[in-house]
């Protein structure tokens, strides 16, 4: 009956049987691997979650959130099935945690619950639901870095703060009939939510044409800012062909580290890495990379044109290269707590005239 390749049926009755044949009969029932492609997993299991479902609602939750510059969410498949018991209950007009708590960051969970107003069995299969969530994008003020209706007031527009929320890293979905339910952990807003921390967790939506519009403007700005203050000095601007090559290299699941390759050898690579767990998640909206590189500017003897005998020379490479005249470009990629910049063409080269040159 559910055979993928099967493409048409018929039917017919002789005597007391009923005879049904299925177009083409390629079944076979004791090859595992091609029944799982054929028929698919269980999706539901005991009245718990739909883990197809769930699957759906998770793609569908991540490709806004990177959107947002925020982490993809996984699957907590407890807090799923927790949403769905409760449904299964009738017991979700005020959602609740389990009586013992999940572990963490599961121990807080914000929902999210939708009760539409018809029946639309397409919802099960689609991304209906968390396409609906993020309609409320509307009512967040993105200037302010809070709901247009003030901080003590969640709804409406915690639908979609919590979906876009960088501090969260699990959900889980549920729903019966009419009734569509998210849990979120961590939570995600509350009435005591600050500014600040709206501002950290909720970011605009910067990653387009496959890079960090927002980070690299503000990345660039500071370097300028730093350039101005040498002689001679040209101002630099995105590279956005090496933003977009840094952002897909840095997205791939199990990135480690970055391939120059091609015309991008001509390019230098700066690599920051925030070592305060507490100042991850503020990291995009903070110029500290091209801070804390330009900081090496300690480390350069600007008499001799060369790092001084007694400090550091790799500082002191980076504070040169956010400097070098001659570099006309950069591209800037974050993931967690990196940030990894292409600075195009490539500086500190040449001898010391070269560097007096370029530094000032």
Request: overall charge negative.
């Amino acid at each position: 009956m559910l055979w993928k390749s099967s493409k048409s049926v018929a039917f017919g009755r002789y005597d007391k049987y009923v005879i049904i044949w299925y177009c083409p009969s390629d079944a076979k029932v004791d090859d595992k691997d091609e029944a799982l492609k054929n028929i698919g997993e269980k999706c539901t299991a005991d009245g718990g979650a739909n883990k197809c479902y769930n699957d759906i609602q998770v793609a569908a939750h991540n490709k806004y959130r990177e959107s947002h510059a925020a982490d993809a969410l996984t699957l907590n498949e407890e807090l799923a099935n927790h949403i769905q018991t409760l449904l299964n209950a009738d017991e979700a007009s005020e959602m609740a945690p389990p009586t013992a708590p999940l572990a963490a960051p599961c121990d807080t969970i914000g929902f999210s619950k939708i009760v539409y107003d018809d029946d639309d069995e397409k919802r099960e299969g689609t991304a209906k639901f968390s396409d609906d969530l993020y309609e409320y994008k509307k009512d967040y003020d993105f200037g302010k870095d809070m709901p247009k209706l003030g901080l003590a007031t969640l709804k409406p527009s915690a639908y979609f703060t919590r979906m876009v929320w960088r501090g969260s890293t699990q959900v889980g979905f549920g729903f019966k009939g009419r009734t569509f339910v998210a849990g979120y952990c961590v939570q995600g807003p509350t009435v005591a939510t600050t500014a600040e921390e709206y501002d950290t967790n909720v970011q605009p939506e910067c990653v387009k044409d496959g890079y960090n519009v927002c980070f690299n403007n503000l990345q660039v700005d500071k370097h300028n800012e730093y350039r101005v203050m040498h002689e001679n000095y040209s101002k630099i601007k995105v590279n956005v062909d090496a933003a977009r090559e840094l952002h897909k290299q840095m997205s791939a699941e199990g990135f480690t580290e970055t391939k120059r390759e091609g015309d991008w050898e001509a390019c230098n690579e700066l690599k920051f890495e925030e070592g305060d767990e507490a100042k991850v998640l503020a990291l995009v909206t903070s110029t500290t990379p091209t801070d804390d590189w330009y900081a090496g500017h300690d480390q350069y003897d600007f008499e001799t044109n060369q790092p001084k005998d007694t400090g550091d020379k790799e500082k002191s490479e980076k504070f040169t290269q956010v400097v070098w005249k001659d570099t006309e470009s950069v591209g800037f990629a974050i993931s967690g707590k990196t940030v990894i910049a292409w600075y195009c063409p490539k500086g500190n080269t040449g001898d010391a005239n070269k560097f007096k040159v370029n530094v000032g």
